[in-house]
């Protein structure tokens, strides 16, 4: 079995093409997708400014094979992103992804003398 590394992936976009209806339900929801909600999740954490209603993001956490990498990792969570926009019904372009490692970020830790 190969060894596995969690990933966090915030994937970016643009809203394109929203009909009035999604536009409305994106309006009336931005208090739930503002900056609390910011959260890595598997399912995906969208949020979004309603002024102007221009981009969003989407927050996720992958696990996936350490040899695949972060561009892999990137792949799969866009894949989700466009998923999840899709059964929504929200128009979108200009999807990226930026990732990093869990398993391999560096931690400064402040020492003794310096708290």
Same mark, same amino acid.
Request: aromatic letters at 6%; proline letters at 2%; charged letters at 35%.
């Given at each position: 079995?190969?060894?596995?590394?969690?990933?966090?992936?915030?994937?970016?976009?643009?809203?394109?093409?929203?009909? %009035?209806? +999604?536009?409305?339900?994106?309006? =009336?929801? !931005?208090?739930?997708?503002?900056? $609390?909600?910011?959260?890595?999740? /598997?399912?995906?954490?969208?949020?979004?400014?309603?002024?102007?209603?221009?981009?969003?993001?989407?927050?996720?956490?992958?696990?996936? %094979?350490? +040899?695949?990498?972060?561009?892999? =990792?990137? !792949?799969?969570?866009?894949?989700? $992103?466009?998923?999840?926009?899709? /059964?929504?019904?929200?128009?979108?372009?200009?999807?990226?992804?930026?990732?990093?490692?869990?398993?391999?970020?560096?931690?400064?830790?402040?020492? +003794?003398?310096?708290?």
């Amino acid at each position: 079995m190969s060894e596995q590394h969690t990933y966090r992936v915030i994937v970016r976009g643009t809203w394109d093409g929203l009909t %009035d209806e +999604a536009r409305e339900r994106l309006l =009336a929801e !931005a208090s739930e997708h503002g900056l $609390a909600s910011m959260r890595f999740t /598997e399912e995906g954490s969208l949020s979004y400014e309603p002024r102007p209603l221009k981009h969003f993001s989407l927050r996720y956490v992958v696990v996936s %094979d350490a +040899a695949d990498g972060e561009e892999m =990792a990137g !792949a799969l969570a866009e894949d989700r $992103a466009e998923r999840t926009l899709r /059964e929504l019904g929200y128009g979108f372009r200009d999807l990226r992804s930026t990732v990093t490692d869990l398993d391999t970020m560096k931690v400064n830790r402040k020492s +003794a003398s310096r708290r």
